[in-house]
């Protein structure tokens, strides 16, 4: 795995990675708020196919926006990223659904809970995105369209646009390929 806007505090150790995420970092395309922002932290691999990607998010979320979990992405123009975003105080189960333009779908969580667990998967021009606090009971977020037929990367996701940064851990990262 490698990093794209790599933090300046990380640790990976078995199945774990911790990362001290950077403030003033973003992923966003246009929609709303009128900027492009490429600078969120994303540690991946490169993956062909068909495949199922998971992982458990537990974040120290405490301003605006901090947002960690799972990102698959073709380009600067064409990505996906789900996880915890937070909101007014709240953590909100996220997906924002990149084409050229950023979209945003939330799910509020008022019992904010300790961790998340997320299942991307990816089959021909489709990826569906689920959510779990237990890794055993999952709910549909999204279905979206993403093209077909090319290789992505698919990993993990990070970033604090209005805060200082905070503190998340990753666990049990895996990608099943299902071609």
Do not use: C
Request: proline residues 4%; hydrophobic residues 40%; negative net charge.
């Amino acid at each position: 795995m490698i990093w794209y806007n790599k933090p300046a505090i990380w640790s990976e150790e078995r199945d774990r990675v911790y990362v001290r995420v950077d403030g003033g970092t973003d992923f966003w395309r246009v929609t709303h708020y009128d900027f492009i922002r490429d600078t969120g932290h994303f540690f991946y691999r490169e993956q062909p196919g068909d495949f199922v990607a998971s992982v458990k998010v537990t974040g120290q979320y405490n301003a605006l926006y901090d947002q960690a979990g799972l990102m698959l992405r073709l380009d600067e123009q064409n990505w996906i990223k789900s996880g915890i975003e937070y909101v007014d105080e709240l953590q909100n189960v996220s997906a924002v659904v990149t084409r050229e333009f950023s979209d945003w779908s939330v799910s509020p969580q008022s019992h904010n809970p300790e961790s998340v667990y997320l299942r991307l998967t990816r089959q021909y021009d489709s990826v569906r995105i689920d959510y779990s606090f237990d890794d055993f009971a999952y709910q549909m977020l999204r279905l979206a369209y993403f093209p077909p037929d090319v290789s992505v990367q698919i990993g993990l996701m990070a970033a604090a646009p209005d805060g200082s940064g905070f503190d998340v851990v990753f666990e049990q990262f895996s990608v099943l390929d299902i071609s």
